[in-house]
């Protein structure tokens, strides 16, 4: 039953900011350690838990992979890679990839109008905003793994005059799509979207597939 899951006496967090709320909170459990895992989750599911039930599970990005850790981007979802020294070999086209155009794009956008403002959530590199941000620090702004807060943000600056470039992935704008028709089309507000990668991808799998 579920009081199996409660042996050993560390797996309770009964004064955590979720059991307050009236979950049952259960961790934090070491995610990599399946035999210890395996079973909560187990005796969770098969039990009779009265109300929502929050297992906290800690994972290291790269699990054993040097490269990944110290990477704030990348080995997320990676192609071939060198196993020595980290290198990933992704096959280059004789095009220019339409991140880098983008990018090229507003940097000079951005040279002629100072009101240009770039926003990006988490993906400063992805979306090629990584390239102004060294040449305009101020006016690049990260807001992490935010959606939903990137596009009102942008609907915010776009009152105050500033010109916002809002630069999301197809299938993480999905997130925001209240905020998008609600606080920017509904007021006719002037942001610019750049959508990257919509469209199936591939290697990241199913759930990157900006399929809408």
């Known amino acids: 039953g579920l009081g199996d899951v409660y ?20 961790g934090p459990i ?5 035999a210890h895992l395996l079973p909560v989750l187990k005796n969770i599911r098969d039990g009779h838990a009265r109300g ?23 080995y997320h979802a ?16 004789n095009a220019p ?3 880098s155009v983008f990018a090229k794009g507003l940097m000079a956008a951005a040279e002629q109008d100072d009101k240009i403002v770039a926003i990006t959530a988490a993906m400063p590199s ?4 990584d390239k102004m941000k060294q040449r305009f620090p101020e006016r690049v702004f990260d807001v992490g793994i935010a959606e939903q807060h990137a596009v009102t943000l942008a609907a915010g600056m776009a009152c105050e005059e500033k010109k916002p470039v809002v630069a999301i992935y197809s299938t993480f704008l999905q997130r925001a799509y209240d905020q998008l028709i609600h606080d ?3 007021q006719n507000l002037n942001v610019l979207f750049a959508i990257d990668r919509a469209g199936l991808v591939g290697e990241d799998g199913p759930t990157h597939s900006g399929n809408y």
């Open 7 to 26: 042996k050993r006496q560390d797996l309770i967090s009964g004064n955590s900011v979720f059991s307050q709320l009236g979950f049952l909170h259960i």
């Open 30 to 34: 070491d995610g990599h350690d399946m």
């Open 52 to 74: 929502p039930v929050l297992v906290h599970v800690v994972t290291e990005k790269g699990k054993g992979h040097p490269f990944a850790g110290p990477s704030a981007e990348k």
């Open 78 to 93: 990676v192609p071939k890679f060198d196993v020595i020294t980290g290198t990933q070999q992704k096959s280059a086209g």
């Open 97 to 99: 990839s339409y991140t």
């Open 126 to 129: 992805g979306t090629g905003l």
């Open 184 to 186: 920017v089309a509904l």
